[in-house]
């Protein structure tokens, strides 16, 4: 497999690459230039960090006992698993070198994360359920698609969740450093993402450009359905459910409006994108269905 042949899948370490491929001036999309730009921010942006060495730090006895409380530990875990095998699946099944390494490098950091929470679970005697194997899917480009606009949605919360819990002292700080890289590293998925939708599109005729769109516009809805009916099982079952942005929200953010968590989710967006090329196109669907709601907000 080709990540296997790049990426040590069993020390989990890959090479730190040389090449700065993003181009520096504007470039049309769907060109050759723009598939630079967005593969540049998987493969030349990369942190090479390694789970097993990460310094978790000593938490008081509440800090500790707020950690271990959260409920989505597991299903967290699970979510990456599922992201990272799909993303390998998708770049199995791709021919151009650069996208192909740039999707295996994301499918390598989604396992990196998964094993990151799982150390933490680890550490601090949180229980760990037994993972199922996580099946090879049958049709790799929508469960891609799917799982894009998904981290679409997810992110952004966990930016602004991550912020409020940074800046509220609700974790001490070392403990938000560790998990500093996992975060931008899905800003950097997204940016990937959702230039690649657009570079797919652009390189193809008409009518395969519309019916693309179309399955594009099918797998963000099942996104949005799939987190809306998560958010009101959590409303019906309280913390039983294992939506990670609604029950984390809850329990991170009690006493705060939604105005504060989307206004901090906005800022925290931008100023995530900011470092990327500006030529780059930005995820756009969150900051915009934002913005729409932000004036109905309490
Ligand atoms: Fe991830
Ligand atoms: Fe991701």
């Known amino acids: 497999m080709f990540a296997s042949a790049i990426y040590d899948t069993a020390t989990h370490t890959a090479p730190v690459p040389a090449l700065d491929r993003s181009p520096s001036g504007a470039f049309k999309v769907g060109s050759d230039a723009h598939k630079r730009a967005f593969c540049s921010v998987l493969i030349d942006v990369f942190d090479p960090y390694k ?4 310094a978790w730090p000593k938490l008081s006895a509440d800090a500790e006992k707020r950690l271990t409380s959260l409920p989505f530990w597991n299903i967290a875990v ?5 992201a990272s095998s799909r993303m390998q699946a998708m ?7 650069t996208i192909k390494e740039a999707l295996s490098l994301n499918a390598f950091e989604e396992g990196r994360h ?11 005697g949180i229980p760990l359920q037994e993972e199922k194997p996580y099946s090879t899917p049958q049709n790799a480009e929508a469960l891609f698609i799917r799982t894009g606009y998904g981290e679409c949605f997810d992110s952004f919360f966990a930016f602004g969740l991550f912020k409020l819990a940074k800046d509220s002292g609700y974790f001490p700080s070392e403990l938000i450093d560790v998990f500093e890289p996992v975060v931008q590293e899905e800003a950097r998925h997204i940016m990937f993402f959702v230039n690649w939708v657009a570079w797919n599109a652009a390189n193809k005729p008409f009518f395969a450009r ?6 594009c516009l099918y797998a963000l809805g099942r996104a949005a359905f799939n987190r809306l009916s998560l958010a ?15 029950v984390g929200g809850e329990t991170l953010t009690m006493g705060l409006t939604p105005r504060k968590l989307i206004e ?3 800022a925290e967006d931008t100023r995530r994108m ?25």
């Open 51 to 54: 789970p097993s060495v990460l």
């Open 78 to 82: 699970q979510t990456e698993g599922f």
């Open 91 to 97: 770049a199995d099944t791709i021919v151009d070198p």
């Open 114 to 124: 998964k094993l990151v929470i799982r150390n933490m679970l680890r550490f601090y």
């Open 210 to 215: 519309l019916w693309f769109r179309m399955r």
């Open 232 to 246: 009101s099982a959590a409303e019906d079952h309280g913390k039983s459910s294992h939506n990670f942005v609604v």
């Open 264 to 266: 901090t989710a906005l």
């Open 274 to 298: 900011a470092p990327f090329n500006p030529h780059l196109l930005r995820p756009k669907i969150m900051p915009f269905l934002a913005k729409l709601i932000l004036p109905f907000l309490p």
